[in-house]
């Protein structure tokens, strides 16, 4: 089949989204399938193989959306695609796959839920006035009000409840495809030298635990909250490692307030996440909003314990207190340093990493590329019911 995969950067290092489409494209490709990577920006280099590069442009961020828009829609008027598989929300397509959670809920403040009533307000607010938030909420709403909504893939239950509250979507319309990760790519045993190596290059003593934190939103993913919860353990071998490209100048500001900057170490960002995942002990990430992260994923299939929370769609697949710890509420640092003291315990460490690992199975990317085809067959029979109708 010929299918459209389109996302606004294509590029990896922004974040999850952008990286499970590029991985995607190469997926359905290697299985001989005609794959277009529609986007506005990709990854530094030569463009990948069926790159449609519509250009960023200069002006606003909302500007250069609209523009994306229109010229996705005159791309679609000239090409033919099966399958139309979108990432953001857009004016026509077969498939929606909102990998950051649904634009309404982003719009009316349900990240900001759980920052107590007076910073609910403010987020609120915040969102009111992001003109880019409202222009993605205006696409979705008329998207899936429409008369023919596409089917929305939903990376979790929690995924499915939050889209809900904002959309009477028929079941017909819905469909669950939990996130997957490549086991080869992903594979502990596959390089375990890198850790070492990177541990060596950052100046980590071989006798510290490090709690490895991966995100490209601080403030969502918790990373205040992990400092915080940081600065009330005593025992000097807890080291926090952070991995994004957000400036992190207010959180190592932070973290020497709490006295324990030289217990955080700034990475920056990468496009290769293994070699960190190998050199920690277990991952955090106490974040108030995330559909189902990739990252926690990708930390479960290395073996290292995960610590997240309830509003973590990919924690369905945990056990609390066996494969890590699921947090009730994000905002609980206390609970949170509770989860790292008992992390600490290298036989606790261990027993929960080989619980992860035998979560492997049911990662497998192989799977989840088998769904994502039969949902692709199966609305293409829809769309063909639809025209002889």
């Known amino acids: 089949?010929?299918?459209?995969?389109?996302?606004?950067?294509?590029?990896?290092?922004?974040?999850?989204?952008?990286?499970?489409?590029?991985?995607?494209?190469?997926?359905?490709?290697?299985?001989?399938?005609?794959?277009?990577?529609?986007?506005?920006?990709?990854?530094?280099?030569?463009?990948?193989?069926?790159?449609?590069?519509f250009g960023g442009g200069s002006g606003t961020r909302v500007g250069r959306y609209i523009r994306f828009l229109g010229r996705l829609d005159q791309h679609l008027l000239d090409n033919r695609y099966d399958i139309v598989h979108a990432m953001l929300p857009v004016r026509n397509c077969d498939v929606y796959h909102p990998h950051a959670g649904i634009a309404a809920e982003a719009l009316f403040g349900a990240r900001a839920r759980d920052q107590g009533p007076v910073m609910r307000v403010i987020a609120m607010a915040s969102n009111r006035l992001n003109l880019r938030r409202q222009r993605f909420a205006a696409v979705e709403l008329e998207l899936l009000t429409g008369p023919r909504p596409p089917v929305v893939l939903c990376l979790s239950n929690y995924l499915k409840a939050g889209l809900k509250?904002?959309?009477?979507?028929?079941?017909?319309?819905?469909?669950?495809?939990?996130?997957?990760?490549?086991?080869?790519?992903f594979d502990p045993a596959a390089r375990p030298q890198?850790?070492?190596?990177?541990?060596?290059?950052?100046?980590?003593?071989?006798?510290?635990?490090?709690?490895?934190?991966?995100?490209?939103?601080?403030?969502?993913?918790?990373?205040?909250?992990?400092?915080?919860?940081?600065?009330?353990?005593?025992?000097?071998r807890l080291i926090l490692l952070v991995v994004g490209k957000q400036d992190p100048t207010a959180f190592r500001k932070l973290a020497d307030e709490k006295n324990v900057g030289a217990r955080v170490i700034f990475a920056g960002e990468t496009s290769d996440p293994y070699s960190f995942?190998?050199?920690?002990?277990?991952?955090?990430?106490?974040?108030?909003?995330?559909?189902?992260?990739?990252?926690v994923l990708e930390a479960l299939a290395m073996g290292l314990p995960v610590i997240s929370t309830v509003f973590n769609g990919a924690c369905e697949i945990m056990q609390n207190a066996a494969h890590g710890f699921i947090l009730p509420d994000p905002a609980d640092v206390s609970a949170l340093a509770d989860a790292y003291r008992t992390l600490l315990d290298n036989a606790t460490r261990k027993s929960m990493s080989q619980n992860c690992l035998a979560l492997r199975p049911r990662l497998a990317y192989e799977k989840h590329i088998e769904e994502l085809l039969g949902i692709y067959n199966q609305t293409i029979a829809g769309k063909t019911n639809d025209r002889a109708i």
């Open 1 to 53: 089949m010929r299918i459209a995969l389109v996302i606004l950067h294509a590029d990896p290092a922004r974040g999850g989204a952008e990286r499970y489409t590029v991985d995607l494209a190469d997926a359905l490709r290697s299985r001989g399938q005609d794959v277009a990577l529609i986007s506005s920006t990709f990854a530094p280099g030569d463009p990948p193989a069926g790159a449609v590069d």
């Open 165 to 185: 509250r904002y959309y009477s979507l028929p079941e017909s319309r819905l469909a669950t495809l939990f996130n997957a990760t490549d086991l080869k790519r």
């Open 277 to 295: 995942y190998q050199a920690s002990d277990f991952f955090v990430l106490p974040t108030r909003h995330d559909p189902c992260s990739l990252v």
């Open 194 to 236: 890198v850790g070492i190596e990177l541990r060596g290059s950052l100046a980590i003593a071989p006798d510290r635990v490090v709690a490895l934190m991966i995100a490209q939103d601080f403030s969502r993913k918790g990373l205040a909250e992990a400092i915080v919860a940081l600065s009330h353990m005593a025992d000097p």
